[in-house]
Structure formats: structure tokens, C-alpha cells
């Protein structure tokens, strides 16, 4: 698993990768319900959800953009993790 440092914290580089794709290049730049589901698609990919994709899922939540559905899916799966 790799890992991305940002301001001195660790993150899942691939969950950063995934939102990056998802909101560059032909879209409108928002994450949408589909890419929402990816995103905890690849979470939940081991044993469970570890601390670091979570603090990572934060992550994105603060720092992309995201189509209205798409962020009451993110909140509504975050709550359950």
C-alpha cells in the first residue's frame, strides 16, 4: 500500500489518485454518486475500512468538489463507517 504525505499527515495515495481521475478531464470536475461509490468501493477493498483511508476519505471530503447527490451519499457512507 503507498501512502502520500500532505502537511505532514499520511493518506492512501491510491484513494487520492481515484478522486483525482474522477474530477479531472472530461467531467465537470465534481465528484458524483458513481464516483462516490468507487471511492468507498476501494475503502472497503481489505478488511475493513483502516484509520488512514479514513483520514483520507475526510481528506477528500474537505478538499474536492462534489455534486449535491453525491455529497449527502459521501456524508450518509462515512456516518456508517
Same mark, same amino acid.
Not at 504525505?5 to 489518485?17: C, N, Q, R, S
Not at 465537470?28 to 458513481?34: H, T
Given at each position: 500500500m503507498a501512502y502520500q504525505?500532505? %502537511? *505532514?499527515? @499520511?493518506? !492512501? /495515495? !491510491? &484513494?487520492? %489518485?481515484l478522486a483525482k481521475e474522477h474530477t479531472t478531464g472530461r467531467g !465537470? *470536475? @465534481? &465528484?458524483? @454518486? %458513481?464516483e462516490v461509490a468507487d471511492l468507498f468501493k476501494s475503502a472497503s477493498d481489505g478488511q475493513g475500512v483502516t484509520d488512514i483511508e479514513k483520514q483520507t476519505l475526510s481528506y477528500i471530503r474537505e478538499n474536492f468538489?462534489?455534486?449535491?447527490?453525491?455529497? /449527502? %451519499?459521501f456524508d450518509e457512507a462515512f456516518a456508517r463507517l
Open positions: 504525505t500532505i %502537511d *505532514g499527515v @499520511k493518506y !492512501e /495515495k !491510491e &484513494l487520492l %489518485d !465537470e *470536475g @465534481k &465528484l458524483s @454518486k %458513481d468538489v462534489f455534486t449535491d447527490a453525491a455529497a /449527502k %451519499d
